[in-house]
Every structure is written in structure tokens, then in C-alpha cells.
């Protein structure tokens, strides 16, 4: 490492606050993209800001393993005896698992029977509540074999549903969902969804600014859970390839309070104010304004929901020039009153 590197990586290093330790269980005949997808989304968080650091660690019952794609994956750490109390427990899913609930499986594939148990007892005596537990495709079986879905809504591959209900009979098995939270626990179905949940999990802690910044890198839509009942702010609008309406958008959602004017946006991407209006609405459905009250009340209702201030207050911290400002923005996107929103109510 160069010195202005070195640099750099000590200056990082100052300025996390936290530290999120997170183990990554790979069974046999790891399915590859179960962990590289949500695993990129992880490596990008510690480059778009510095607050938080992922510590990953990848670990196993063996040293190494050949994967799907077969390639041999190497310094596999030995599954620990002890978890640090905040750690996510990342469970990948397994090829054979799919293959041999899929139709017209050849059913040549056989597991390693005496891995997986290693896996499944290993968390039965070391997943504790306070741990987040992180199902990606069919490594939700895994999880249900140590009997940590009891009880809890869950999801898998679509392959592997009727398995998994027969594995954990007290679980209740969701299917149509791109992801499930339940508690500290989180499923995803079938292999790329655990991008999707793992962009979830890092949108709840470093931001959604941060989380759409990740899934542009990715060059993937930022979606939500098929469960919930509606798109967020955050996220609407947000399923395009302009780079010019994204960078307006980034500046918005990085300051949604701010006086934003078409000017000044424009100016910010080098266009007329009259054709990043048209390429605004084109690309988002919306004009830069709706989508900038979007983001106030979204703001607004955190603010309502997280903190004791008063409407007044709140309404000219999200940026509107009065609580009655307030009201009319919020009324277009909601059918319940603003107060409705506090934490409690």
C-alpha cells in the first residue's frame, strides 16, 4: 500500500463509528450469486460513506468448497464458537437444494449431509435473538432445519417453498415476496433477491440516499417487498438510466428541505431549465416539484414518527413554509392526518 493510500485508509478509519460484524455461512455446493450480489451491496456501503463499516467474515465447515459455477472457493474460516452480540448471520443458499425440488430434477446431486448438520447445529447453539438472521434463496432450509423460523414468516425459492413448510411446520411460509422481515429475522427468495433485501438492510442504516447511490453502482432497481402497500418516496421515480435526472434527484433527496429551483438544478447538470423539465417528467412520471414535496413529507413523517416536535417545527425542518403547507403536501400522498404518524399514536 502507498503512502496516500495509507493515508487515506487511516483517515477512513477515524471517522467509523460503528462496526457491523457480519458472518457469512457458505454450505456445500454454495450457490455463487447468493453471496456475491448482497455481498457487493455490502463492500459498495464502505466506499459511499465512512460512518459504518460491514466487517465481513466468511466462514463454513470447511476450508474450501466448489461452488455452482465450479469454482473452488479457498480461506473459509472455521465456524466460531462465539458470535459477537450485533452480528448478522448471512445463511447462502445451496444449489441442490433447488435442483432437487425443481421438476424434472436428474436427482444425481447429493448433499453433504455431514456438513450441513455441522451448519444446522451450529446455529441452533449460536444464533441468539439480539443476532440478525439473514436467509438468501434456499439457505432459509438451513434455518429452518435449527428451528430458528419457528414461529415466524419467512420466504424461499419458489423450489423450495413447499420444503421448507414441511422442514419448519410452525413457520408460516410466504410465497409471491422478494423479501420477508420478521423480528431480527429477514428472508429473500429466489437467488437475486438477496440483493434487493440486502440494499433494504443498508438503506434502513446508512440511508436511502446511500442505498440508491449502491443500487445505481449496481445498475439494479431499488425495490421494495412485495408485501408492502405501497412505493416509498425514496424510491419512486428512481427506475431509469438518465444520469442527468439521477444527479438532480441525488441533490433533492440529499437536501430535500433545501429551495430547490429548476434553475438552479439546471444549472447543476448543464441543461435549459425548459429541457431537464421535459427529461424530469419523461424519465420519473413526475415533475422535479412533485417529487421534491414527495420527499418533504416523507421526511416529515420520519420526523413525526422519530422525534416529539411540534407540527410547526417539523414542517419547517422538511422544508414547507407552514404547518397548512404541510398538510396540503401530505394529504396527496396519504389518507390519514399528519399526527397519525407519531410514534405510539
Known amino acids: 500500500m502507498g503512502r496516500l493510500e495509507g493515508q487515506k485508509a487511516r483517515s477512513r478509519s477515524s471517522r467509523i463509528t460503528r462496526r457491523v460484524p457480519v458472518y457469512v455461512v457458505l454450505p456445500p455446493r454454495l450457490l455463487l450469486l447468493d453471496i456475491a450480489g448482497p455481498l457487493e451491496v455490502l ?24 461452488t455452482s459455477i465450479s469454482l473452488t472457493v479457498t480461506g473459509i474460516q472455521p465456524l466460531p464458537n462465539l458470535l459477537p452480540e450485533d452480528a448478522w448471520i448471512v445463511l447462502a443458499g445451496d444449489v441442490d437444494e433447488i435442483m432437487c425440488a425443481a421438476p424434472n430434477a436428474s436427482g444425481e446431486a447429493k448433499k453433504d449431509g455431514a456438513d450441513e448438520k455441522a451448519i444446522v447445529e451450529w446455529l441452533r447453539n449460536s444464533v441468539r435473538p439480539g443476532h440478525r438472521l439473514i436467509c438468501i434463496c434456499s439457505g432459509a432450509l438451513l434455518a429452518g432445519r435449527a428451528g430458528l423460523l419457528d414461529g415466524r414468516a419467512c420466504t424461499t425459492h419458489h423450489f423450495c417453498c413447499a420444503e421448507l413448510a414441511k422442514l419448519s411446520p410452525r413457520a408460516r411460509v410466504l410465497e409471491n415476496r422478494l423479501y ?22 443498508v438503506g434502513k442504516l446508512i440511508g436511502q440516499v446511500n442505498a440508491v447511490a449502491i443500487a445505481r453502482y449496481l445498475v439494479v432497481y431499488l425495490r421494495r417487498s412485495g408485501g408492502d402497500p405501497q412505493l416509498s418516496p425514496w ?13 438532480v434527484q441525488d441533490a433533492i433527496a440529499a437536501d430535500p428541505s433545501k429551495s430547490w429551483s429548476l434553475s438552479k438544478l439546471a444549472r447543476l447538470v448543464g441543461l435549459s431549465n425548459r429541457h431537464l423539465s421535459r ?62 404518524a407519531r410514534a405510539g399514536a
Open 43 to 66: 463492500r459498495r456501503a464502505n466506499h459511499v460513506q465512512f460512518d459504518m463499516y460491514f466487517d465481513v467474515h466468511y466462514i463454513g465447515p470447511s476450508p474450501s468448497l466448489r
Open 235 to 247: 424510491l419512486e421515480g428512481r427506475n431509469h438510466m438518465h444520469p442527468a435526472v439521477h444527479r
Open 279 to 340: 427529461l424530469f417528467h419523461e424519465h420519473t412520471g413526475m415533475s422535479y416539484m412533485d417529487y421534491n414535496n414527495r420527499l418533504r413529507v416523507c421526511l416529515a413523517r420520519e420526523l413525526l414518527s422519530q422525534t416529539r416536535l411540534d407540527m410547526e417545527r417539523v414542517a419547517e425542518r422538511a422544508g414547507f413554509s407552514s404547518s397548512r403547507q404541510l398538510r396540503r403536501a401530505w394529504r396527496r400522498l396519504y389518507e390519514t392526518a399528519p399526527r397519525q
Open 180 to 201: 420477508v422481515q420478521d423480528g431480527n429475522c429477514y428472508s429473500s427468495a429466489g437467488i437475486t433477491t438477496g440483493v434487493d433485501l440486502m440494499l433494504h438492510l
